[in-house]
């Protein structure tokens, strides 16, 4: 397995105190994930321009009489692989502000030594799958020692290019407006020369956002899911490997976790079971070896044994094929599939590089893809997967060689060919010259490309929920609890799903004028979106946490309806008199209830509540704040994937809106209350709900081995 | 198991990127063939795929119920199907209609029931003897045969789409005489409450290629109602094998009835909003999920999954909270202590937003790259139902982006459980065929686009591809270009391949539904070499030449174990192996320490020829051979 060792030289130095919170999350993240992920990974923290001095070279030049050289540069943590301790140093607030004088020469050269001296020590370090990187974060506003300066860069160069180190400097330029100061010139005149000669990565970061998003959230290893060769017609292998270009990123693996327990020696393990049971008798389990496996072939179940599915298999040979080629323009992006590979040539094969290579550039220049049947596995149980791909023509850069992306296209059981009424049929909802040109504008000023540099770019825009998870387990990880941002704070979200302020600021006046100029009408029904959004806006998502506790058995006497009793609380509370808070929490305790069901676990339970509540407010005269609650309800069980069917146990137990003959004055007529059931929502067809355990075994299977 | 694992996509119900979009409902068609004695003439189809050319009208009718019903099992099962002929000499239906015949009752299709196709048609006598010709022709079997339709296909499910397909190689069923008003009155009356109901007619004439079908009767059946959703028209003499093949099962999936997955409000910076519905044109088939039935009455069970506590043993009724990180190595424990997440800390790290689409802004259309997506895209259309107006400003905020090739950037939130995603909306144009029949529809794509966290960068990883990139010269890039022109399959389009997976899946499952020996199944997902050969041999050659040498190739994977199968035999061959030692230096090698840029099988060779051990990983190989030579050295 691949490793890296890596040194993080940070400017900690008075210029970077602006920025130090920011530098402080994103190493924060990275390191948790260096832990979660990448177990063997070492790093080493180095900080420059802080205002002590603590390096193994300082101190080496010390041992042979005082010395002024390398001052200010702290090796905070030594190459080892990061634990909880390198996180509480990144506790939020806890970085340290450096009052100190250093360069990042002086720092990188540090760094070099760290490397130089590890691999001293252990040799193995030596191969070639340890790579061996420095990060260098800073503004590089502390401008570089000019006395012999190109002497150190140029030893400097020795040092780094001996181990083959990989240099990515993070330059940090948010609030710079681009203008540097001639320090600033200087320093980066200075690592322009130092990088030139060694592999390197330069970034700059312009926002918060890119600085927080400047390691990835997982590194992964680029292993090659299918080598050998590419045929191109019955005489000609070129030899190749094809590895992962995306995959979408899940939230990091966690456990399950029980606290029932309160036993010392208590292991907090939960299991997942699964009980089979007949239809028809629901509290018939069926063991085993009553257990028939069986498939879907129309409405029949189709009875398969293991030597029927061994049959069932689709079992080629494994390989990679030309089909042919087709014109680019027609297999349009939207026709892709699934997540893309890359195809490269087999490193280091001569002939198989020039063959990709020629064909590469010749695609390009046609304008075609590559037709390609892809067969990269094949079990002798369960066969393998065929797919057809794009292969998209990239040319090579000086990192990389010419390669083809590929992507899966649809096979004919895959597409679902729909008609739908041409946009001129209808004339009249063709849009006037003044509506189109009025478009046109606001399509030319909300420009994401409008600075040269491309925002929202996907080859660097970070995945914000992720980011959020990790800097929250790393700040927790310190052993202090640290509350989240609210969303709306959260740097990374904001600037990712909310549109630029700048940008919407620009096209105000065109924003504004488009209501006048496409009128759309409201439909009065009242789209169940809206409903959501105005109680979403009263009532802030952590209101609803802080209003009652999910460990309702701890709480104690009911001030507020839990969800352990919520009947019992909400009755007792009505006693008391506590009629407001009452009415005010019941409905989040329903609706908490709902939400955290697994399957339908909890519905009975939320269906009494509401019972409850009903009676309790026709009793009260509070039918209006009931009836909002079951629009409410209504509305966010239509936008729930999962929860739909409570609303159909509301129907069968026949709980709807409280109309004028029950309590005067609410408004509702009987009619409309018995209606209010018969929603769309109520219209879940049990047979096409996924099965509980239906899961997608190919797809599982597909990247099984992957990673 | 995956669903072991933490995952909050599924505790909170749903697969990503496999989930179902559709909204419930489904098809419910009836075919209606006609079968008065016309329809026994030979069609004489030699050309077209899947007939052959002693087919019969009557089987080409057949046959396209047939493949209708298996791409109906492989892509939408719940859909219901039913056969009728009408002008038959028995009389079997529900309602004694006389002259019709029910083969197939409306119900979702079973290997039954395609065997019961199979067996009508073909040279047997079994249509003769079940079935049967009505003996002479007569307007009144029409009559009855939509009657006998109406009545079929109320009786479904009414949130279905509804469709009659009617074959026939009648041009005017209502006859020449004197009566004829008056048996097309009779017969338009039966189709009325057909179009009444919402049930969508269509005709397929059964004509050969290049004769004319006089269309003006059927129009009237055809169009008795307005079909509002498809505004089909078919003009006189259009082309029948197309439509036919149009029909799924044929080469072209073109009659999907087109289901909203789901609506969602597409908001401007600034709070103007438009409604949209969202489609999936594109789903990936599967073969499905295997389920478990009771061995005893073969009856589907019920699957009900629970956690447990393991220290108490008791149900959890409520999700349960979760531990992170998980490390498989426990002792990982001590360098990092487990944080303990309750289901709302969960929850708001999530960022649950209000379902819907928010614009962020426009690009380039080049921006976009082949691997910025991640899943399969939806389809984007204006919603009028749902806030009046939409489609006048979706139609001027289409053609802004085609003008200006721009894309629009969005943030998308499918529904309350579902975390923010990025998507881009590409505007397309409406393409149609030459017979005017729509190939793609005027809307946007919604392409979902991957985050930096998803995007790896194999292409610049020394590891994999090294450091020197060879350069072709323009002489083979020529070539490549020659070859590239030579190969590009005429009439191609996305989706001209059948999941082999699939049809072998669903082939043998029928064969085994009806207990009958699994059938051999033909792969035709192969590169078609007789067709490079006859169109580009010389191109091959050349190519393959100008990059190689002459009489060079590649190796393959030869027979069994075959990536090393070459080296294997080296080994073998005690000169070949001496030979290939002196390749490298291994001491020099050694001295340098990058022994370990050897591959695996060199360092065999080393062993081998030294007498030692050649099993274990590289690491182990390593470390023999540097021990080896550190004890020649001494």
New interface residues.
Partial sequence: M?KAITVYVVDIGPHMHMDIELVSEALRTCF?SK??NR?RDECALLYFGATGTSNAVHDEMSAEGPSGDYLHIVEEHSLK????AY?RGLEPGKMPRGQGKSDFVDAVTVAADIINRALQAR?EL????VSKEIVLISNFKERVKEEDVHEFVAALIESLKRPDVYLQTVSVDIDNQGSNDAGQDYNKEILDELVEEI?HKQISVQTPSELL?VF???E?????YY???F?????????V?V???????????????????R?PD???????????????D?DAL?PP????????????????SAD?EA????K?E??L???????AD???????????W?M??E?????????L???V???H??K?VA?I?FLPRVSEKT????T?C?G?P?L??E?????L?L?H???????????????D?KTE???SEE??D???E???S????SEKK?????????????H??YN??AC??CGKEYP?PE?QE?VL?RE?????DQ??AG??PL??S??RL??????EAG?A?QA??DE?EEEP??AR?AAFS?EGAAAPAASEVGTSDPVGDFTSMLKHDKLSTAFSSMPEAVETLVE????D??YQKAASALKAMRAGAVQHSRSGSFNDTMKHLRA?LE????HKNFWQLLMAQRITLISDDEAPGSGISAAEAAEFLEHPAS???V??E???????????DEFADMD | MADLEYNPDEVEGEEDGQEREWLPSRDNVVFLIDAQAAIFQCAGLTETAGFTEQDRWFDVAVKVAREFMKAHIISSDSDRIAVVFYGSRETENQNNFSNVYTLLDLDEPSARSIRDLDTIMGAGKEFEDRVGSAPENSPDHLRNGLWAASQLISAGSSRANKRVLIFTRDENPAGSGSQAESHRERIAARAQPLHEANVTVEVFPLTPPGETFGMAFWNHIIHAGDDEESGAQYEEGSDTMYRLQSLPGFTRHKAYRKRASGRARLSFPGGFQLAVSMYSLVQPATKGSPVFLNAVNNEPLKVESAFIDQDTGAVLTEIPKRIFPRFSDSRMYERLPPIVLTTEELRSIRITQDPGLALLGFKPRTCLKPWHTWRQSNFVYPDERSLPGSTTAFIALHDAMLGTDRVALCAYVRSRNTEPRLVALAAAQELRDEYGDQLSPPGMHMLHLCFADDIRTPEVDKNLVGTAFPEPSKEQVDRAEELVEKLTIQDGYVGMYENPLLQRHYQVLEALALAEPPPEVQDNLKPDHDWMLSAAKEELESFRDSVYGANHNEPGFGKKAAATGKKRAALEDDSGAKEALQEHDYAALAAAGTLGKLRVDDLKLYLKANGLKVAGRKDDLLQRVTEHLQSEEK
């Fill in positions: 691949a948790l832990v979660v177990a692989p990061p634990d909880q996180l040799p030596e191969k070639h799958n592999r998003g990835k959230c997982k992964y290893s680029n292993t090659a080598a050998g060769p045929t191109v017609g019955p005489d000609m292998n070129i030899r490997k590895a992962k270009k995306a995959k979408k990123e899940m939230l990091p693996a966690t456990k399950l976790y029980s606290d029932r327990s036993a208590a292991t907090h393990e939960v299991s997942r079971e699964h009980e089979y049971k007949d239809a028809t629901p069926v070896e009553e257990r028939q496996k069986a498939y879907k072939y129309g409405k029949q179940f189709v009875p398969v029927d049959y069932l298999a689709y080629p494994r390989g094929h030309l089909l042919g080629f087709l014109p027609d297999i349009p992006q939207h026709q892709f599939l699934k997540d893309p890359v490269v040539a490193k280091g094969n001569e002939k198989s590089g020039v063959a290579a020629a064909l550039r010749a695609l220049n046609k075609r037709v049947l066969g393998g997967n065929p057809v794009a998209t990239v090579g850069s990192a990389g060689p010419d390669h992306v992507n296209l649809p096979f004919a059981e895959d597409l679902r060919v729909a008609k739908f009424t041409p946009f049929e909802y063709l849009p509506q189109l009025a478009m046109s606001l399509v030319r909300l420009d994401l490309c491309e925002l929202l770019a996907a080859d660097s825009t970070r995945n914000p929920t992720i959020r998870f929250h387990a927790q990880a989240l969303p959260d979200v990712t799903f909310l549109p630029n940008l919407a096209a105000k924003l504004e488009l209501p496409l009128p759309i009408k409201s439909r789209p979106l959501v959004k979403g998502q952590d946490a999910l955290n069901s697994m399957g676990r909890n966010l936008s729930s994937q999962q219209h879940a067809q047979d096409d996924p099965a509980p355990m239906a899961m997608d075994a190919e797809a599982e």
